[in-house]
């Protein structure tokens, strides 16, 4: 008797799948636009490959295009989740966000602020944490369109350059935002059209091409190409980089930063906190144009010199820039909160995007050239 009720049991527990999904009912979406059109009006677009039009060698285009990889649709509604409901209206297959890794916010999306659009997408159970966020000067949904040459779906392209350069996860923007003392930095991705060789073809790639600074979730402005370096100084993203810094009018060197490492320290003076930013690099050269023998130590620390004066020239720009909007994309008032807790709470935390500006702020650079592929010694015959 206890054998019966046993297997009674196993039946119920063991039916089978009654909720499954089978895969030909799903549009597997792996980027997502968005974009603001008008008041009160917002744009979703989705990027779904199309398995089908991939194997056979078919260049890559965009918009559901014939023999394209790829499908792009996109859906208007008041808010995100309206805009979502109004695209799944078109697809005979329903929308699956479990495989997307790229989030594209439009300019005027992310000048309108898009905190909440981003919360919103968290609340579907199949978004990941990981997904990469990036920001354009124009149209999401443009950079959806892209037909890159070296792969077939324009989101692998973008997740690839953004993984390179250790790009902002989705988790990034939400810690920056809820952190007190600072301020989220996003890259920005550009389309640029290219031509191959003698083919009139022209197609959309695209260019990581600088940051857009936040003031909460607000976009404030992007930055131009000093700034962006002195950003990925800050934020310590030029490890595995490739970087040039100039001796003269027409002497480069070019270097490959190993690694790097920027720590924030401060004192409290009269009051008022101070800032020292110590940014350590270590590089190799690349190319000596100047031809300088760096084994000889009046011209190794002449590249050095040069390099440390151009590194602190970019960090001090985009710290000038941003604290004086109020900016505190460095995170020094994150460091305050771990550090000062109590004069934090008590003094600094309800003023601070007032007293940003008049922050004294040292930036020191020591730089280091290990080892160099050129010394510049010049070979006589």
């Known amino acids: 008797m206890c054998k019966i009720f046993m297997l009674f049991l196993c039946v119920l527990v063991l039916s089978g799948c009654w909720d499954r999904s089978e895969v030909n009912d799903v549009a597997f979406v792996i980027a997502t636009g968005f974009d603001k059109v008008e008041e009160n009006k917002f744009q979703v677009s989705v990027q779904v490959p199309l398995p089908g039009a991939m194997g056979d060698g078919a260049s890559g285009g965009g918009g559901g295009t014939s023999g394209g990889p790829y499908y792009v649709d996109s859906g208007i509604g008041r808010n ?34 898009f905190q909440k659009s981003l919360e919103v997408v968290l609340e579907q159970p199949q978004s990941r944490l990981s997904s990469y966020v990036l920001l354009t000067d124009g149209e999401a949904l443009k950079i959806l369109n892209g ?12 997740r690839e350059m953004a993984k390179s350069m250790n790009a902002i996860t989705v988790k990034d923007v939400l810690n920056d935002l809820e952190r007190h003392g600072k301020d ?14 003698d083919s009139k073809d022209k197609k959309d790639e695209f260019k990581l091409n600088g940051f857009g600074i936040l003031k909460h ?4 402005f992007f930055t131009n190409k000093q700034e962006t370096s002195g950003a990925m100084w800050l934020l310590e993203k030029f490890p595995g980089s490739n970087y040039t810094f100039s001796l003269g009018e027409k002497d480069e060197i070019n270097v490959y930063i190993n690694n790097q490492r920027t720590q924030i320290n401060s004192k409290v003076i009269d009051g008022m906190p101070t800032f020292t930013i110590n940014i350590k690099v270590n590089a190799h050269t ?20 040069k390099m440390e004066e151009q590194i602190k020239a970019e960090v001090t720009e985009i710290l000038e820039h941003s604290t004086s909007e109020g900016i505190d ?44 592929i050129n010394s510049g010694i010049n070979i006589k015959e």
């Open 286 to 305: 690349v190319q000596n144009e100047p031809k300088l023998d760096l084994e000889k130590q009046e011209e190794y620390k002449l590249a050095t010199g």
């Open 329 to 372: 994309m460095a995170g020094l008032g994150w460091h305050l909160f771990r550090h000062e807790i109590f004069l934090w709470e008590e003094k600094w935390k309800d003023n601070w995007e007032k007293l940003l500006p008049d922050l004294k702020i040292d930036v020191k650079v020591n730089a280091e050239i290990e080892r160099t």
């Open 184 to 197: 989220p930095v996003i890259p920005k991705v550009d389309v640029v059209e290219t031509q191959n060789g």
């Open 147 to 158: 037909t890159p040459h070296l792969e077939q779906l324009p989101a692998e392209a973008i």
């Open 217 to 220: 979730d607000h976009l404030k």
């Open 80 to 113: 995100v989740r309206e805009s979502n409901d109004d695209l799944q209206k078109r697809m005979s297959r329903e929308l699956y966000f479990g495989h997307r890794r790229v989030l594209v916010f439009g300019e005027k999306m992310a000048r309108g602020g």
